[in-house]
């Protein structure tokens, strides 16, 4: 059974950046494609960004469009959000996902990982 397990979330100070990694483990290739949602306290869960499953395509929320890169690994079965300029209201648990649409809607993707916290700092 395939699992997603996400890694590289912490405290970092505004300005600041992280790198967080989903690896799927149990499969040595993938064909899905892959997003970031989080979640804040209080908060529904938000789309962050989306990767085919190729690697040749990808889109951003607004909120992260320039500062936010996602990227997968050649197999496909690592993907990873570079986020740098960090500000405070990214403050939340960021979620990895799959599904076979590429899609912003949380509700196209089928398969999630246990979340990992970003805090930022003022």
């Known amino acids: 059974q395939v699992k997603l397990v996400e890694s590289g979330g912490g405290m970092v100070q505004a300005g600041g950046s992280l790198r967080l990694s989903c690896a799927a483990l149990?499969?040595?290739?993938?064909?899905?494609?892959m997003g970031w949602f989080r979640q804040a306290p209080g908060k529904e869960r938000e789309f962050v960004a989306t990767?085919?499953?190729?690697?040749?395509?990808?889109l951003y929320a607004d909120s992260v469009k320039g500062r936010f890169t996602i990227s997968r690994d050649k197999g496909g079965n690592t993907m990873y959000l570079q986020m740098n300029s960090l500000k405070p209201e990214d403050t939340a648990v960021y979620y990895c996902?799959?599904?076979?649409?590429?899609?912003?809607?949380?509700?196209?993707?089928?398969?999630w990982g246990q979340g990992t916290q970003v805090t930022v700092s003022s």
């Open positions: 996902a799959e599904g076979a649409s590429f899609s912003r809607e949380k509700n196209r993707y089928d398969l």
């Open positions: 149990g499969r040595t290739f993938s064909t899905y494609n």
């Open positions: 990767v085919t499953w190729s690697g040749s395509a990808t």
